[in-house]
């Protein structure tokens, strides 16, 4: 238990900030799980700092509990106004990828609790169910911290989590991850999609191959998903004679295999890759802008 520090104590607010810094990328990542998106997250994560602020904290015996399940509460909100809005939005959406360590053994926590393949199917819960699941399952919160989460008893919250958990379990990739093996494929794949080389393209992806691009309205991108090996490699090859200057740099994203496609020095997406077998089996890109937060690398290429 974090006890804080009484009001009248010289160092309060200081000993206060601290706690918050310390547990900051917990928070985000707790607000990240529940939306997507990490600009939103960051948000929801500011808003609770500004909440604490706010608070007496001679009232708060636990103050790590009260910052998670605070900024829980708020991104839980934040969840049910997003799911609105995303149903307004131009084509697929698709979460927000977070650049991590090509190395899974460096990567963050963020990434190795919510890969992007995880990311996806969560898209596919609704709000209460991705909350559950995320809070207890992801995060380890109790069951009485979810439920005042999100102002239910906590054996409505086992069930949501529960159901989550079958939906989760029935959609997620049922392969291990072979990071070399992968990226054998990926440096294959940019080769063959800036050289629009549509025989290689074909036998690296799998024949049910899925391609779904994300661009908000803000830019262009296919407005539904492309289904098969032959039409995606057509798809790069199209984009291979406009852009023949057009880059890919393989990265990881989410713990995961990726490219940054590359336009004119500037990063134009973010293309994460599911491998199974050695073979492309989805491709999400990333065109959205907007996304574009969670990037290490600088949209200007040195």
Request: aromatic share 6%.
């Amino acid at each position: 238990m974090t006890r804080p520090p009484r009001m009248n104590e010289p160092s309060a607010t200081a000993e206060a900030a601290r706690i918050f810094e310390e547990l900051r990328p917990r928070l985000i990542g707790v607000a990240y799980g529940l939306l997507g998106t990490l600009a939103e997250a960051e948000d929801v994560v500011q808003e609770a700092w500004i909440r604490l602020q706010r608070s007496d904290l001679t009232t708060i015996d636990d103050l790590t509990g009260w910052l998670v399940t605070t900024t829980s509460r708020i991104g839980c909100d934040v969840l049910r106004s997003a799911r609105v809005r995303r149903e307004a939005y131009v084509g697929p959406w698709l979460p927000e990828p977070v650049e991590t360590a090509p190395d899974p053994a460096d990567a963050v926590s963020l990434a190795d609790s919510l890969s992007w393949a995880m990311l996806v199917v969560l898209e596919s819960l609704s709000p209460a169910e991705r909350a559950a699941f995320v809070l207890h399952d992801v995060f380890g919160l109790s069951f009485i911290e979810v439920g005042t989460a999100l102002g239910r008893g906590p054996a409505a919250c086992r069930k949501l989590a529960s159901r989550a958990r079958v939906r989760v379990e029935q959609r997620k990739p049922r392969f291990n991850v072979d990071p070399e093996a992968h990226r054998e494929v990926v440096d294959a794949f940019a080769e063959a999609a800036h050289t629009g080389d549509i025989d290689k393209l074909v036998r690296l992806l799998d024949p049910e191959a899925l391609l779904t691009t994300d661009g908000g309205g803000v830019v262009r991108a296919v407005l539904e998903p492309l289904r098969g090996a032959d039409e995606i490699a057509r798809f790069f090859a199209r984009g291979a004679r406009f852009a023949p200057d057009r880059e890919f740099r393989a990265i990881s994203v989410n713990g995961g295999p990726a490219l940054l496609m590359v336009d004119d020095g500037r990063v134009s997406a973010v293309v994460a890759l599911g491998i199974r077998e050695g073979r492309v089996t989805t491709i999400d890109a990333v065109r959205n802008p907007h996304k574009f937060h969670g990037l290490h690398t600088t949209r200007e290429a040195e």
